[in-house]
């Protein structure tokens, strides 16, 4: 039925190819385009491997996202309607910028971030509303997990559970397992420069600073464990406080084990977590760009991965009925579960699922409407149905308090 391209080809792009090849009467044709080429090879091969069975037609091409010409001649020759931008968010506003050019459709899943500052917020992308409007096009901001799942998480709670949400939480636990002494499960740049930055969350009409990791508790993840989690600012809460004005309080809650705070406090204390460029051998080089280069790649941690994720979000409020109510939609998945299946590791998993769902629920029409949307703002029905479909089942606690006041 449609054709789309996949821009980028790390853990999570392996993830939405392989469930565009499983979902091939939707996503008919597909090209992964992305800087190193071969990376996109790869999953191609081996979802020729794997799912000989698929119909979909997949290719592969070599573009830099950041550059606005390249992409427009790119998406010029191979037409789609759409792209899935699974890049890294220093590209976001580029292939915005080419979509708009070329006249398809745009999702992604984490918000843009300018290089040289750790800043995550959405002013840019929201920026784009009127010029996507006006042309009939859709951009749909943050499809992954978190953000994403956890946006049409709460979105159900106010449509489904709640006249009224109070105190929203969103918790994120891998109890995972990979056996490495230090690596993070995405993009270690983005991921290390979200954890390092102050923490952040909302409070009666004003952002509320934080140290870093400075707030924790003991939460106990459904089926997984209890681990201690720790606040942390996370993009979704923007969003979610604009379009959820009732609310009172919003957080965010990671875990992080005693060996992952103690090596990031190591990089950290010795400089190897700035994003300032150094001088070294006439060459200028931000510090954290070269840990990337010496941490594993997020893809090459799925094979022997053990252990779950559960990630979820707890609403506190006035129920339908009136009466106050507390209630916990989550999500738990096995990273050996998606290695099986689509070879990657379960926080690409959790993200990849979802960006695949957002994009069939615009090409199917149940979410197109034009101009720039944040997941929170879409009926979140379509999407539980594909959740539960596609590998992420859905479920639902009810009356417990997980996360306390
Ligand atoms: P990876 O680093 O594994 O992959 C990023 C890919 O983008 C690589 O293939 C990389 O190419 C490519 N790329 C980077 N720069 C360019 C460029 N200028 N032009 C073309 N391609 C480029 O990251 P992940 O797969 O782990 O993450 C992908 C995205 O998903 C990130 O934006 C991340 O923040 C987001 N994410 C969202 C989550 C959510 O729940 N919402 C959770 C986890 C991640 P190369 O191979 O050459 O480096």
């Not at 993830?15 to 385009?33: G, P, R, S, Y």
């Not at 592969?60 to 390249?70: G, H, K, L, Q, W």
Request: a negative charge.
């Amino acid at each position: 039925m449609s054709k789309v391209i996949i821009i980028g080809a790390g853990g999570v792009a392996n993830v939405v190819a392989k469930k565009c090849a499983q979902n091939d009467q939707v996503f008919t044709e597909v090209l992964i385009a992305t800087r190193t080429v071969a990376k996109a090879d790869k999953i191609v091969a081996e979802i020729k491997e794997h799912m000989p069975h698929s119909k979909a037609v997949f290719t592969t091409a070599t573009v830099d996202a950041d550059n606005v010409p390249e992409l427009v001649g790119l998406i010029n020759d191979f037409g789609p309607k759409m792209v899935i931008n699974v890049a890294l968010p220093y590209q976001d506003l580029t292939i915005m910028d080419a979509c708009l050019e070329t006249g398809v459709h745009y999702l992604d899943t984490a918000n843009y971030e300018p290089k040289d500052v750790a800043k995550f917020e959405y002013s840019w992308q929201w920026a784009y509303q009127d010029r996507f409007k006006d042309k009939g096009l859709m951009a749909l901001l943050g499809c992954g997990f978190d953000p994403g799942a956890t946006q049409a998480f709460t979105a159900w709670h106010a449509k489904h559970h709640f006249q009224e949400i109070h105190y929203l939480d969103i918790v994120d636990c891998n109890n995972g397992n990979h056996g490495k002494a230090f690596a993070t499960n995405f993009n270690p740049e983005i991921n290390i420069r979200e954890i390092t930055a102050n923490g952040r969350y909302w409070e009666n009409g004003q952002w509320v600073e934080t140290q870093p990791l400075e707030i924790s508790q003991d939460i106990y993840y459904p089926k997984v464990a209890t681990r201690k989690s720790f606040v942390l600012y996370h993009e979704e809460l923007e969003s979610l406080v604009k379009h959820f004005p009732t609310i009172k309080r919003a957080r965010f809650w990671m875990t992080f084990g005693e060996a992952y705070i103690k090596h990031l406090n190591v990089l950290e204390g010795i400089g190897m977590t700035s994003i300032e460029p150094i001088d070294f051998r006439g060459m200028k080089v931000a510090p954290i760009e070269f840990l990337k280069a010496v941490l594993p790649a997020p893809e090459s941690l799925a094979a022997g991965y053990s252990g779950q994720t559960c990630i979820g979000v707890q609403a506190k409020g006035i129920g339908k009925d009136g009466q106050p109510k507390v209630h916990f939609v989550y999500n738990v998945k096995d990273h050996a579960d998606c290695y099986r299946e689509v070879q990657a590791q379960g926080v690409s998993y959790t993200t990849g699922v979802p960006a695949m769902i957002g994009a069939m629920l615009m090409l199917q029409g149940e979410w197109m409407q034009p101009g720039v949307w944040n997941v929170e703002q879409l009926d979140p029905d379509p999407f539980f149905d594909a959740m539960n479909k596609w590998g992420l089942p859905i479920s639902e606690l009810a009356d417990i308090e997980l996360v306390k006041d």
